[in-house]
């Protein structure tokens, strides 16, 4: 009977020695959730602790989709980025960006702003190896030419209390790794710039922002450290569509005045949505039309993206079900604008003179020419937005911070005459998602699609796509009467 009972005791022992290794392995592979905070924080902190995404959700959750929005540096990532068959030589780049990290633009009513620190610190997460010496290299950028009024601009955030909009130091590292993957791509591998390149094989355009100017110094920097400052010239674009004198466009407003009456038609039927703003006015004490003005939600994404918890008052606090309301509205919105498609015709003819001066640099580059074969435009979220859907990419998530989008254009070395193009958001190769290329490589064996495809598609399928099917220019298409 000892016997037996020993016997029991030790396979019992056995087992819940079997049993903590595999709950310490879930926690290791972040498959279970920990209940120590990061940064040693205790239990005890209103910190909150974030969820690790680890693999896509079955069905649609705003706190996965939050994350990915944040964009958290981590470990470097696996981009695709530079891949082509040995024959073919890569010849020109075309890089748009979002700005990194940012802080709100917005603050909720009688609530205190998150304490964020924008001055960048060496030992404080997250971090790069290239922080320190980014600092000191923008602190030497007095001989840089910069368009006004770009020059009034400081080059790298520093103040310790975030100002409104101003790039944090999460942005910052975001840009730097950034550029420190595509140098290791585009440099280091494949050459697309000489160790002694001048100032017109790079064109750099940014808006009036700092977080855009410091976002694209950010990249430049991780892409080509320690730069000479006398062979950069950043433009100044004016507008966020990057139209430069083509920004008239009567119908692309329109389109616009459409697409947002259909978002607040949307708003209307969420009675979930209205009751979760009346709730977090009676919290801040405001009306709930002064709370819903405010767009609580950008002030809410920067407390969850930097894990600072959301607001209190006397009343209570903000929590994550009000944020899970909001960025779940947020996701629908996305879906019934693709669907709706009204959005489309504001993105084809918002995007228009973007591609327009994209594709005449790549013929440039076709022809042999040398000058801006490697573009930068550092820009923003309604940027980015109506470039992916004009392009065909309906499905692709809404910019997240330090988004990036590529263009790359390749020559085949067997049939020199012969270029072809890459479409890369955020590292995925979604070349054959495009609506000028989606079916291409049904009938060609060439990971890419025809330059011309892309040229067609600017010069004449935007406008039959827009159902402009007379409209031969954009002016003829922005100036349609009876729309």
């Known amino acids: 009977m000892r016997m037996l009972f020993r016997s029991r005791f030790l396979l019992l022992l056995a087992l819940a020695a079997l ?28 910190k909150r602790v974030m969820p690790e995404p680890v693999t896509e959700p079955p069905v649609t959750d705003p706190i996965y989709e939050a994350l990915l929005y944040c964009n958290i540096p981590s470990v470097a990532e696996r981009s695709m980025e530079g891949h082509a068959p040995h024959h073919f030589k890569l010849v020109s780049v075309h890089v748009f960006i979002r700005h990194g990290d940012r802080y709100p633009l917005y603050v909720i009513p009688k609530t205190k702003r998150p304490e964020i620190d924008c001055t960048l610190v060496a030992n404080r997460k997250p971090y790069h190896p290239k922080l320190e010496a980014f600092v000191s290299h923008m602190s030497k950028g007095s001989g840089a030419s910069f368009e006004s009024p770009l020059h009034s601009l400081p080059l790298y955030p520093s103040h310790p209390l975030c100002e409104l909009g101003e790039l944090t130091q999460t942005g910052v590292v975001q840009h730097l790794q950034n550029g420190q993957l595509l140098r290791d791509i585009y440099l280091k591998k494949h050459k697309l710039l000489p160790s002694d390149w001048s100032t017109d094989q790079l064109y750099l355009e940014t808006t009036g922002k700092s977080r855009t100017l410091q976002s694209g110094l950010a990249l430049l920097y991780g892409f080509l450290p320690d730069f000479d400052w006398k062979k950069i010239h950043f433009r100044h674009q004016p507008s966020a569509l990057f139209c430069s004198g083509n920004c008239f466009c009567p119908v692309r407003n329109q389109y616009l005045e459409k697409e947002q009456r259909r978002q607040y038609l949307l708003r209307l039927k969420n009675s979930q949505l209205e009751r979760t703003y009346e709730d977090m006015a009676r919290i801040v004490d405001v009306p709930t039309k002064q709370l819903r003005a405010a767009n609580p939600i950008d002030s809410m994404l920067c407390h969850f993206c930097h894990n600072v918890s959301f607001p209190c008052t006397r009343n209570g606090c903000i929590d994550m079900e009000h944020f899970k309301v909001i960025k779940t509205h947020q996701i629908e919105d996305e879906r019934e604008r693709r669907e709706k498609k009204l959005y489309l015709g504001y993105a084809l003819l918002g995007a228009h003179p973007i591609l327009n001066q994209t594709i005449s640099r790549m013929q440039r580059a076709a022809e042999g020419r040398k000058e801006e074969v490697f573009a930068l435009y550092s820009a923003h979220d309604v940027t980015l937005s109506p470039l992916l859907s004009a392009l065909g990419l309906m499905e692709a998530r809404f910019p997240r911070f330090a988004a990036r989008l590529i263009l790359e254009l390749w020559q085949d070395r067997e049939k020199p005459s012969e270029h072809s193009v890459r479409i890369l958001y955020n590292g995925v190769d979604v070349t054959f998602h495009t609506s000028f290329c989606q079916d291409h490589h049904k009938h060609s064996s060439k990971p890419m699609c025809p330059l011309e495809n892309l040229v067609r598609f600017v010069k004449k399928d935007m406008f039959v796509a827009l159902g402009s099917s007379g409209s031969t220019s954009y002016y003829d298409a922005c100036h349609k009467e009876g729309f």
């Open 19 to 46: 049993l903590a290794f595999v709950s310490l392995s879930l926690q290791f592979f972040h498959l279970t959730p920990v209940s120590t905070a990061k940064n040693g924080a205790s239990s005890k902190s209103r």
